[in-house]
Structure formats: C-alpha cells, structure tokens
C-alpha cells in the first residue's frame, strides 16, 4: 500500500503535487506570520508623520515615559486642546471620530502597537534615564501614519541591548541580565 | 553538580547571605490572616475554590500554620505560624528545575521564578521543604468585575504554571526605580511587602539583611532567640522567626 503510494508520487504528476502541497503550506506559513507584524486597525488613522512635522514632541502625547513604567495614549481632551483651533477638524472626515468622541464624552479606544507579553514586566522611564531615545526602540515616527514596529520586541532584542549597554561593569551586567529585573 | 557539600560548611547561621530579609514575630502575630488577604490582592493570587481546595490544591504564597500541644480537650494554642517563601540563599527548589524557570537572582539574591519558562514539572513543590510553593491546576475563572483588581506590575499566572513569594519584588523594583530618579539609594522602611503593610499587630518587618543598620537586622540580632526554620538543611534561608521573647 505504501510502497504504491511512493511509486505515485514519483511520477512526475506526483512531484507535481508534492511541490504544490510544500509551497502553499509555507506560503500559508508565511502569511501567517506576517499577519502577526501588521499594525492593528485603529478608530482613527492617526497620522505620526504629520504631527512630528508640526514639531510635537513624542512625550507631549505620551508623557508617562519619562516618569513611569507606561507611556501612555492620550486622551481625546489632550487632541482637543489643538484640534478644536483648527478649522479642519470640523470639516475633516479623517477627525469625524475625534469630534464624536469629545461630543458625547466616549473615550477614543486607541490600540496598543508596541507591546510586550503579560510576563514582562517593562519601565520606560529607566530606559530613558539611560539614555535611549524613542526612535531607537519604536522606529523613525516621522516617516509612518500609524505607528509600526520597526522590529519584532523579543527577547533576544532586548537582552542584546542590556549586554551591550552593561559593557565591562559587571555590577550593571548582572542587574540587566537577571531574569528578575523584567519577569515577574 | 558535585554533592560533596559538608554539614559543617552548610551551617553558617551566623554569615547573612540574602539582600532582602524578613522578621516574623510570632508573639504579637494573632493569626487574623490579614497578610494572607493582602498577598493575594498584591500579587494576584487566584481564588481556587471548594472543590480544589478539597484536592489540597489552594493557593497561598503566605499562609498562616496553627500548632497545638497536648490532646483534646486539653489543647493549649501555640503561637501562630505565618509561612512563605524563604527566598533561601542555598535553595532547594532551584537545582531541580529542568528548565531553570526558578533561578536564583544575582542582583537582589531572590529566588525567582520565571512563569514563560516554567513547564509544570511541580518538581521545585516537591522538593521545597517549607511546601511553600502553589501550582496553577487550571486557568481559575474571575467573573467580572474582579479582573479589575488585577495589579498590573504582576504577571496573571496561567495553567500550568508554578508559583511563589516574591518578597513583593514589584515594590522593590518600584522603590528602586523611584529612588534612582531622584538620585539617591532606597532608604531602609521607604517601602515594604503587602503581607508587612497589611499585618495590624506589626509582626512583620522586611527590609536590607546585608545593612547592619536597617530595622529588620536589628530585630533579627537584638532578641537573641530569632530561629531560622529548618536552618540544619543548609538553605540559608532570610526570614528570622521570633518567638518566647
């Protein structure tokens, strides 16, 4: 039985299918992983590059980073306290949901994009008293609408960093390669 | 790993390995469970319920132990017990772990345990001799709105999952961290677990075991009777009991 199977698919018919059967299980493959990096369907497409153009700072819209372990999404008070000098916003179709959510007092359900898994226990404020910038973790802003990540947040990537950053003071190594300083 | 360790050399009560310690005094714990309660808020500690709990299933990181001596009816109470995670310097959860999700940390001389490497072998439980470990049977259900009272620096635990008693390593990250952005150390009491902030009687003091000067060291040498629980197995372990004082 097996053996009449093999001898099918060694005819060219069957190599045929075989390669078929391979090629649509990676492309599957492939597609499924690239579903998992696209950024999440947002209520607003809200536009990075246009607002870094006007010369926003990053932590005008999310201030926690610098003081605490989340970055924060703003509130559609803190849009408003501009959108509602601009004329635009009125007539926008693109800021119809932002004039919505201010009118009837609904919070703007922003989706997260960078983000880690519930295990990990991340403080932005320590990595911006050590000296990193926003652009190096979450790409240039300036050149997207929605925010993407520039690079899939794994371990590895993380850890690289610590050791890189550690250098030669083993004090400051063993603090940033120690499981406990980010699972727990 | 070579098991040639000699008593003698395991027995060095009088040498403090850890960082971060505990005092537990047993003759002002009343035993109202107060700590229990705020553990398990502090640190998610899921709610098993009867039928698990019938299994010897429930889930604690500290729990109070109630001895007695003598037979019924003439039982007279000892002092209550409250017992958690020893974080011991020398623990013996630690080598067993295939899959070294309960580690030791260097830097807050912890034993930690990692819940994304752990694979629920429940050999650690077993080999704990304060049985001080609690392992996730099943994915326990919160109906809402308890999923609200989540504290969000503390991983949920899922099934198949050990876990134990941090020493609230959140807060001392978060004292940490605080005392770093205003350029200082963290001072001895700034900060404390949730079983010692909750504890009405002031049983329980936490705090630098390796800074001669902090509370929880004083207390531990000043009364001269502090027992470490199960000292002669070499765990080196951080809590100091005091009792009969």
Redesign the interface.
């Known amino acids: 039985m097996i053996k009449r199977i093999f001898d099918w698919l060694k005819q060219p018919l069957g190599l045929i299918a075989v390669g078929i059967a391979f090629l649509s299980l990676f492309s599957l493959a492939a597609y499924g992983l690239y579903t998992t990096q696209q950024s999440p369907e947002q209520p607003i497409q809200f536009p990075h590059q246009t607002h870094i153009a006007f010369g926003i700072q990053c932590l005008y819209c999310h201030p926690g980073a610098s003081?605490g372990?989340a970055a924060g999404l703003p509130s559609q008070a803190k849009c408003w306290g501009c959108h509602n000098q601009i004329a635009k916003t009125q007539t926008s179709a693109l800021l119809a949901p932002l004039k919505d959510a201010v009118l009837s007092g609904t919070p703007i359900q922003w989706v997260p994009v960078a983000q880690v898994?519930?295990?990990v226990?991340f403080?932005h404020?320590?990595h911006i008293?050590a000296g990193k910038n926003c652009e190096d973790c979450h790409g240039d802003m300036s050149k997207v609408t929605i925010a993407q990540n520039p690079q899939v947040f794994n371990m590895g990537w993380c850890l690289n960093c610590h050791v890189e950053s550690a250098g030669d003071d083993h004090e400051k190594l063993?603090?940033l390669s120690?499981?406990?300083?980010c699972?727990? | 790993m070579t098991t040639d360790y000699k008593i003698s050399e395991m027995k060095m009560s009088e040498e403090q390995t850890g960082k971060w310690g505990m005092v537990i005094d047993q003759d002002i714990c009343t035993g109202c469970q107060a700590c229990v309660a705020a553990c398990a808020m502090e640190n998610n500690v899921t709610f098993v319920g009867e039928v698990d709990s019938g299994y010897g299933r429930s889930m604690h990181w500290i729990r109070i132990e109630r001895f007695w001596e003598g037979e019924y009816p003439e039982v007279k109470m000892t002092s209550n017990q409250p017992m958690l995670c020893q974080q011991c310097g020398h623990a013996t959860c630690e080598p067993v772990c295939p899959a070294f999700a309960t580690?030791h940390?260097?830097?807050?001389q912890?034993n930690?345990q990692?819940?994304?490497r752990c694979v629920g072998t429940r050999y650690c439980a077993n080999n704990c001799p304060y049985q001080v470990r609690a392992f996730n049977w099943r994915d326990y259900q919160r109906p809402e709105p308890l999923p609200n009272q989540f504290n969000p620096?503390?991983?949920?635990r899922r099934k198949g999952v050990m876990e134990k008693c941090?020493f609230c390593?959140?807060r001392i990250?978060k004292a940490q961290?605080k005392a770093?952005?205003e350029g200082r150390e963290v001072v001895d009491g700034e900060f404390t677990t949730a079983c010692a902030q909750a504890c009405p009687a002031n049983a329980i003091t936490f705090g630098r075991v390796d800074d001669p000067k902090s509370l929880v060291s004083q207390m531990a040498r000043a009364h001269g009777h502090g027992v470490k629980h199960l000292e002669e197995l070499g765990t080196l372990p951080n809590v100091t009991y005091l009792k009969g004082g």
Request: proline fraction near 5%; aromatic fraction near 8%; charge should be negative.
């Open positions: 003081s372990p898994p519930d295990f226990q403080n404020r320590a008293a063993v603090k120690d499981c406990g300083t699972h727990y | 580690v940390s260097q830097a807050e912890l930690l990692v819940y994304n620096d503390v991983t949920v941090t390593i959140q990250h961290d770093k952005s």
